[in-house]
């Protein structure tokens, strides 16, 4: 080998470890400003009544982590706020209480591809102090007791369905409610004895209700995913609200309110 060549080996090997430590200490840079960097702009939140009480928490926790992201909610039945979307409601994302309603978006092409961020079970909802002494799905079929449970397109109400045919119940009610909410209602009020709902709206209704346990071999696990529009208008922002309740703060608003982990 060439003496005076072999004498520049140690030279050039210095100058590409330099060139390289500065690339690499640019692409660090670079990638740390972009995880650092928080996201801003209205976000339309479509998600299922029961996520009322979370989401509106994790709106607070986001006024100190993301001050710059504006979030407004429109809650309802998941098929409600599916069908809204359908016919050209303006959103930017969306949050259901069962993955068919959100397959129909996602059938329709107008959705990225859904996370499921949370689940839920099932329970009865009665008056405080249990004046009509109902144990379980069963009593729901009594004469003396009025029930009252979701609408058969509502995730709640198919799975408040579910549960009674496990158990081989067939009540009556005599109402069938727009969403979850609005079966919470008849019952505090005193409109009805006794409705079907999730375990976290129990905990939500507080002094005015309790709950009645349904045993794992006749509940339902409720699945909720969430997703963000294509046809958003920031989708940063929205991206930005998607993983804080996927992977960030918003998986303790719902621990705190009750929900189980995705997994």
Request: hydrophobic residues 45%; proline residues 5%.
């Amino acid at each position: 080998m060439n003496r005076r060549f072999a004498s520049q080996i140690p030279v050039l090997l210095l100058a590409g470890a330099v060139v390289l430590g500065a690339c690499s200490s640019d692409d660090t840079a670079a990638t740390t400003a972009t995880s650092s960097s928080a996201a801003s702009g209205p976000v339309t939140v479509f998600a299922a009544a029961s996520l009322t009480e979370a989401l509106t928490d994790e709106q607070t926790a986001l006024k100190s982590e993301q001050p710059d992201l504006h979030i407004t909610y429109n809650f309802g039945g998941s098929g409600a706020l599916v069908a809204q979307i359908q016919q050209g409601a303006p959103a930017d994302v969306i949050a259901t209480a069962d993955a068919a309603s959100m397959q129909k978006l996602v059938d329709a092409g107008v959705v990225e591809t859904p996370q499921t961020f949370a689940k839920n079970k099932l329970q009865i909802l009665v008056a405080p102090g249990n004046p009509k002494n109902i144990q379980g799905l069963s009593d729901l079929a009594r004469g003396d007791v009025t029930f009252v449970t979701e609408d058969d397109t509502v995730p709640a109400g198919k799975y408040a369905a579910q549960a009674l045919q496990s158990a081989g119940v067939t009540p009556n009610p005599v109402s069938k409610e727009a969403d979850v909410k609005s079966a919470v209602a008849k019952v505090t009020s005193g409109e009805a004895d006794a409705t079907i709902v999730y375990l976290t709206d129990v905990t939500a209704a507080g002094s005015k209700g309790r709950g009645v346990a349904i045993p794992d071999n006749h509940n339902v696990v409720a699945t909720y995913p969430i997703a963000v529009l294509r046809s958003a208008k920031d989708k940063e922002a929205a991206r930005a609200f998607v993983d804080a309740m996927v992977s960030g703060s918003g998986q303790d608003a719902l621990a705190n309110r009750g929900f189980l982990p995705p997994n």
